[in-house]
Antibody
Framework: EVQLVESGGDLVQPGGSLRLSCAAS????????MSWVRQAPGKGLEWVAN????????YYVDSLKGRFTISRDNAKNSLYLQMNNLRAEDTAVYYC?????????????????????WGQGTLVTVSS | DIVMTQSPDSLAVSLGERATVNCKSS????????????LAWYQQKPGQPPKLLIY???TRESGVPDRFSGSGSGTDFTLTISNLQAEDVAVYYC?????????FGQGTKLEIK
Protein backbone atom coordinates (compact mmCIF):
# COMPACT_ATOMS: atom_id res chain seq x y z
CA GLU A 1 0.00 0.00 0.00
CA VAL A 2 1.34 3.38 -1.01
CA GLN A 3 1.83 5.67 1.97
CA LEU A 4 3.10 9.23 2.16
CA VAL A 5 3.53 10.71 5.62
CA GLU A 6 4.47 14.36 6.03
CA SER A 7 6.04 15.86 9.12
CA GLY A 8 7.77 19.01 10.25
CA GLY A 9 4.90 21.46 10.18
CA ASP A 10 4.92 23.96 13.02
CA LEU A 11 4.18 27.51 14.16
CA VAL A 12 7.03 29.75 13.00
CA GLN A 13 7.61 33.48 13.11
CA PRO A 14 7.76 35.57 9.94
CA GLY A 15 11.26 35.40 8.49
CA GLY A 16 11.87 32.00 10.02
CA SER A 17 12.73 28.68 8.38
CA LEU A 18 11.25 25.23 8.42
CA ARG A 19 12.07 21.89 6.82
CA LEU A 20 9.25 19.56 5.90
CA SER A 21 9.75 15.85 5.37
CA CYS A 22 7.71 13.20 3.60
CA ALA A 23 8.34 9.52 4.29
CA ALA A 24 7.31 7.28 1.42
CA SER A 25 6.55 3.56 1.53
CA UNK A 26 4.75 0.89 -0.45
CA UNK A 27 6.39 1.72 -3.79
CA UNK A 28 9.82 2.13 -5.35
CA UNK A 29 10.40 5.76 -4.38
CA UNK A 30 13.45 6.17 -6.63
CA UNK A 31 11.32 5.51 -9.74
CA UNK A 32 8.98 8.46 -9.22
CA UNK A 33 8.92 12.21 -9.59
CA MET A 34 7.50 13.76 -6.41
CA SER A 35 5.72 17.03 -5.70
CA TRP A 36 4.71 19.38 -2.91
CA VAL A 37 1.26 20.97 -3.11
CA ARG A 38 -0.08 23.41 -0.54
CA GLN A 39 -3.50 24.60 0.55
CA ALA A 40 -4.05 27.75 2.57
CA PRO A 41 -6.84 27.53 5.17
CA GLY A 42 -10.20 27.45 3.43
CA LYS A 43 -8.57 27.98 0.04
CA GLY A 44 -7.71 25.99 -3.07
CA LEU A 45 -4.71 23.95 -4.10
CA GLU A 46 -1.37 25.37 -5.23
CA TRP A 47 1.41 23.27 -6.72
CA VAL A 48 4.70 24.30 -5.11
CA ALA A 49 7.49 22.24 -6.65
CA ASN A 50 8.49 18.86 -8.00
CA UNK A 51 11.67 16.85 -8.34
CA UNK A 52 12.85 14.18 -10.75
CA UNK A 53 13.45 10.58 -9.67
CA UNK A 54 17.20 11.10 -9.21
CA UNK A 55 16.97 14.70 -8.01
CA UNK A 56 18.65 16.07 -11.13
CA UNK A 57 15.71 18.27 -12.17
CA UNK A 58 13.58 20.51 -9.99
CA TYR A 59 10.75 22.87 -10.88
CA TYR A 60 9.10 25.53 -8.76
CA VAL A 61 6.20 27.93 -8.94
CA ASP A 62 7.84 31.27 -9.76
CA SER A 63 6.52 33.06 -6.67
CA LEU A 64 8.48 30.73 -4.38
CA LYS A 65 11.76 30.44 -6.25
CA GLY A 66 14.69 31.39 -4.08
CA ARG A 67 12.88 30.83 -0.80
CA PHE A 68 11.83 27.17 -1.07
CA THR A 69 14.05 24.22 -2.01
CA ILE A 70 12.85 20.72 -2.81
CA SER A 71 15.16 17.76 -2.33
CA ARG A 72 15.07 14.02 -1.82
CA ASP A 73 17.05 11.15 -0.34
CA ASN A 74 16.26 7.97 -2.22
CA ALA A 75 18.24 5.86 0.26
CA LYS A 76 15.84 7.03 2.97
CA ASN A 77 12.72 7.06 0.75
CA SER A 78 12.21 10.66 1.77
CA LEU A 79 11.20 13.94 0.18
CA TYR A 80 11.96 17.33 1.72
CA LEU A 81 10.95 20.96 1.41
CA GLN A 82 13.25 23.58 2.91
CA MET A 83 11.33 26.80 3.45
CA ASN A 84 13.20 30.02 4.26
CA ASN A 85 12.17 33.60 4.96
CA LEU A 86 8.64 32.46 5.67
CA ARG A 87 5.75 34.88 5.31
CA ALA A 88 2.21 34.90 6.67
CA GLU A 89 0.93 33.98 3.20
CA ASP A 90 2.90 30.70 3.39
CA THR A 91 0.50 29.50 6.08
CA ALA A 92 -1.02 26.33 4.65
CA VAL A 93 -1.30 22.59 4.80
CA TYR A 94 1.57 21.18 2.78
CA TYR A 95 0.93 17.92 0.95
CA CYS A 96 3.48 15.52 -0.42
CA UNK A 97 2.18 13.94 -3.65
CA UNK A 98 3.41 11.33 -6.06
CA UNK A 99 3.54 12.23 -9.73
CA UNK A 100 2.13 9.57 -11.99
CA UNK A 101 4.35 7.04 -13.72
CA UNK A 102 2.37 5.95 -16.74
CA UNK A 103 3.01 3.27 -19.34
CA UNK A 104 2.74 3.21 -23.08
CA UNK A 105 3.40 0.21 -25.33
CA UNK A 106 5.53 2.33 -27.65
CA UNK A 107 7.55 4.41 -25.19
CA UNK A 108 7.46 2.34 -22.03
CA UNK A 109 7.21 4.10 -18.66
CA UNK A 110 6.99 7.88 -18.64
CA UNK A 111 6.36 10.62 -16.08
CA UNK A 112 3.14 12.66 -16.05
CA UNK A 113 2.66 15.53 -13.59
CA UNK A 114 -0.71 14.78 -12.16
CA UNK A 115 -0.88 13.33 -8.67
CA UNK A 116 -2.06 9.81 -7.94
CA UNK A 117 -1.25 9.56 -4.23
CA TRP A 118 -1.27 12.26 -1.55
CA GLY A 119 -0.21 12.35 2.07
CA GLN A 120 -2.46 13.66 4.84
CA GLY A 121 -0.55 16.93 4.95
CA THR A 122 1.35 18.91 7.57
CA LEU A 123 0.28 22.36 8.78
CA VAL A 124 2.65 25.28 8.60
CA THR A 125 1.55 28.41 10.43
CA VAL A 126 3.55 31.61 10.01
CA SER A 127 2.62 34.12 12.66
CA SER A 128 4.18 36.32 15.31
CA ASP B 1 0.69 30.81 -16.26
CA ILE B 2 -2.39 28.89 -17.35
CA VAL B 3 -5.37 30.07 -15.34
CA MET B 4 -8.02 27.46 -14.58
CA THR B 5 -11.50 28.79 -13.89
CA GLN B 6 -14.24 26.54 -12.56
CA SER B 7 -17.96 27.14 -12.56
CA PRO B 8 -20.04 27.25 -10.55
CA ASP B 9 -18.24 27.94 -7.27
CA SER B 10 -20.86 25.81 -5.52
CA LEU B 11 -23.89 23.79 -6.40
CA ALA B 12 -26.56 21.76 -4.65
CA VAL B 13 -28.00 18.70 -6.32
CA SER B 14 -30.59 16.19 -5.18
CA LEU B 15 -29.64 12.60 -4.44
CA GLY B 16 -29.85 10.48 -7.57
CA GLU B 17 -29.61 13.48 -9.88
CA ARG B 18 -26.72 14.67 -12.05
CA ALA B 19 -24.09 17.22 -11.06
CA THR B 20 -22.02 19.09 -13.63
CA VAL B 21 -18.83 21.00 -12.90
CA ASN B 22 -17.15 23.08 -15.58
CA CYS B 23 -13.49 23.99 -15.96
CA LYS B 24 -12.05 26.45 -18.45
CA SER B 25 -8.34 26.98 -19.11
CA SER B 26 -6.89 30.31 -20.26
CA UNK B 27 -5.05 28.50 -23.05
CA UNK B 28 -5.28 25.11 -24.64
CA UNK B 29 -4.12 22.06 -22.70
CA UNK B 30 -4.45 19.83 -25.76
CA UNK B 31 -1.07 18.55 -26.86
CA UNK B 32 -1.50 18.04 -30.58
CA UNK B 33 1.39 15.61 -31.02
CA UNK B 34 -0.40 12.93 -29.02
CA UNK B 35 -3.93 14.37 -29.10
CA UNK B 36 -4.17 14.26 -25.33
CA UNK B 37 -5.70 16.85 -23.03
CA UNK B 38 -3.46 17.42 -20.02
CA LEU B 39 -6.31 17.83 -17.55
CA ALA B 40 -7.09 16.01 -14.30
CA TRP B 41 -9.95 16.14 -11.79
CA TYR B 42 -9.70 15.62 -8.03
CA GLN B 43 -12.18 15.20 -5.22
CA GLN B 44 -11.46 16.57 -1.75
CA LYS B 45 -13.67 15.67 1.18
CA PRO B 46 -13.51 17.70 4.41
CA GLY B 47 -10.36 17.04 6.40
CA GLN B 48 -8.89 14.79 3.72
CA PRO B 49 -6.27 15.19 1.00
CA PRO B 50 -7.41 15.36 -2.61
CA LYS B 51 -8.14 12.13 -4.44
CA LEU B 52 -7.47 11.63 -8.14
CA LEU B 53 -10.66 10.93 -10.11
CA ILE B 54 -9.96 11.58 -13.79
CA TYR B 55 -6.86 12.14 -15.93
CA UNK B 56 -6.28 12.84 -19.61
CA UNK B 57 -9.60 14.71 -19.27
CA UNK B 58 -11.72 11.57 -19.52
CA THR B 59 -9.86 8.52 -18.17
CA ARG B 60 -11.24 7.33 -14.87
CA GLU B 61 -8.72 6.37 -12.19
CA SER B 62 -8.84 2.75 -11.06
CA GLY B 63 -11.44 2.25 -8.35
CA VAL B 64 -13.40 5.41 -9.12
CA PRO B 65 -17.12 4.67 -9.61
CA ASP B 66 -18.34 4.90 -13.18
CA ARG B 67 -20.88 7.56 -12.22
CA PHE B 68 -17.91 9.96 -12.47
CA SER B 69 -17.05 10.97 -16.02
CA GLY B 70 -14.94 13.65 -17.66
CA SER B 71 -15.28 15.26 -21.05
CA GLY B 72 -14.09 18.20 -23.10
CA SER B 73 -11.08 19.25 -25.12
CA GLY B 74 -8.81 22.21 -25.70
CA THR B 75 -9.91 24.79 -23.15
CA ASP B 76 -13.33 23.61 -21.96
CA PHE B 77 -13.90 20.61 -19.74
CA THR B 78 -16.69 19.06 -17.70
CA LEU B 79 -16.87 16.69 -14.76
CA THR B 80 -20.21 14.92 -14.56
CA ILE B 81 -21.41 12.99 -11.55
CA SER B 82 -24.44 10.88 -12.36
CA ASN B 83 -26.81 9.39 -9.81
CA LEU B 84 -25.44 11.59 -7.03
CA GLN B 85 -24.71 9.80 -3.76
CA ALA B 86 -24.37 11.29 -0.29
CA GLU B 87 -20.67 10.38 -0.23
CA ASP B 88 -20.04 12.60 -3.26
CA VAL B 89 -20.29 15.73 -1.11
CA ALA B 90 -16.90 17.32 -1.57
CA VAL B 91 -14.95 20.05 -3.29
CA TYR B 92 -13.88 19.22 -6.84
CA TYR B 93 -10.78 20.65 -8.52
CA CYS B 94 -9.49 20.55 -12.07
CA UNK B 95 -5.75 20.71 -12.73
CA UNK B 96 -3.75 21.30 -15.89
CA UNK B 97 -0.45 19.49 -16.28
CA UNK B 98 0.30 20.81 -19.76
CA UNK B 99 3.03 23.13 -18.50
CA UNK B 100 4.62 24.44 -15.32
CA UNK B 101 3.45 25.82 -13.06
CA UNK B 102 0.81 23.13 -12.83
CA UNK B 103 -2.31 25.01 -11.85
CA PHE B 104 -5.63 24.13 -10.27
CA GLY B 105 -9.07 25.62 -10.56
CA GLN B 106 -10.43 27.42 -7.51
CA GLY B 107 -12.67 24.49 -6.63
CA THR B 108 -16.39 23.74 -6.82
CA LYS B 109 -18.22 22.80 -3.65
CA LEU B 110 -20.89 20.15 -4.19
CA GLU B 111 -23.67 19.74 -1.65
CA ILE B 112 -26.87 17.75 -1.41
CA LYS B 113 -30.11 19.66 -2.00
Amino acid sequence: EVQLVESGGDLVQPGGSLRLSCAASGFTFSNYWMSWVRQAPGKGLEWVANIKEDGSEKYYVDSLKGRFTISRDNAKNSLYLQMNNLRAEDTAVYYCARDRLDYDNLTGYYWVPYFDYWGQGTLVTVSS
Amino acid sequence: DIVMTQSPDSLAVSLGERATVNCKSSQTVLYTSNNQNYLAWYQQKPGQPPKLLIYWASTRESGVPDRFSGSGSGTDFTLTISNLQAEDVAVYYCQQYYTTPYTFGQGTKLEIK
